[in-house]
């Protein structure tokens, strides 16, 4: 079980917009930024969002994502076909003195 | 280009070792923090363990650090990862992954992955 927790599945038809969240508590979210990660079978994870809301040069506008207390949110507008794909939130946990992740949600477009 | 290359990985039997390493390429391999991430099939990802830009730190989840130990080499951009005692639960794809300050764990390889027979 995930210290942070995401729904497993998300699911929109092209051009929609969707919404994951990310709820965590006090140690982390709650204390440390959140990032989002994508990650396609076979390829190497790819960061899309660093503290909280920042994205990466080269990630698309599309994406924007919240931090409140202890839950993040990640939202994805103009849904595409190459969208599909597992997201990952992540944290570090200052009880656990790790980094944590959720488990993980599969969009569907 | 920024890129993470892992190797290593294989079949090995319950009990036994392995390490696994990766290569640095395309930046100051030296100036960052290093990390491994792993992913059980069908499961989220989990990390592992860090290690600090001189090796002088290192970190690990508390499940895995009596069996697991991160190690570097900046003089030949390398980043390893000794893991034994071995058991059927630790099959997964490791990940390599750069720290950044600034953006976090922002540069991951491929994978290389461990299969544990039972």
């Keep these: 079980q995930s210290v942070l927790t995401q729904p497993p599945s998300a699911s929109g038809t092209p051009g929609q917009r969707v919404i994951i969240s990310c709820t965590g508590t006090s140690s982390n979210i709650g204390s440390n930024t959140v990032h989002w990660f994508q990650h396609l079978p076979r390829t190497a994870p790819k960061l899309l969002v660093y503290d909280n809301y920042k994205r990466p040069s080269g990630v698309t506008d599309r994406l924007s994502a919240s931090k409140s207390g202890t839950s993040a949110s990640l939202a994805i507008g103009g849904l595409q076909s190459e969208d599909e794909a597992d997201y990952y939130c992540a944290s570090w946990d200052d009880n656990l003195n790790a980094w944590v992740f959720g488990g993980g949600t599969k969009l569907t477009v | ?118």
């Design chain 2, 1 to 118: 280009e920024v890129q993470l290359v892992e190797s290593g990985g294989g079949l090995v039997q319950r009990g036994g070792s392995v390490r696994l390493s990766c290569a640095g390429a395309g930046f100051a391999f030296s100036s960052y923090r290093m990390s491994w991430v792993r992913q059980a099939p069908g499961k989220g990802l989990e990390w592992v363990a860090y290690i600090e830009q001189d090796g002088s730190e290192t970190h690990y989840v508390e499940s895995l650090k009596a069996r697991f130990t991160i190690s570097r080499d900046n003089a030949n951009n390398s980043l390893f990862l000794e893991m034994s005692s071995l058991r059927a639960e630790d099959t997964a794809v490791y990940y390599c992954v750069r720290f950044s300050w600034n953006y976090g764990l922002d540069v991951w390889g491929l994978g290389t992955t461990v299969t544990v027979s039972s």
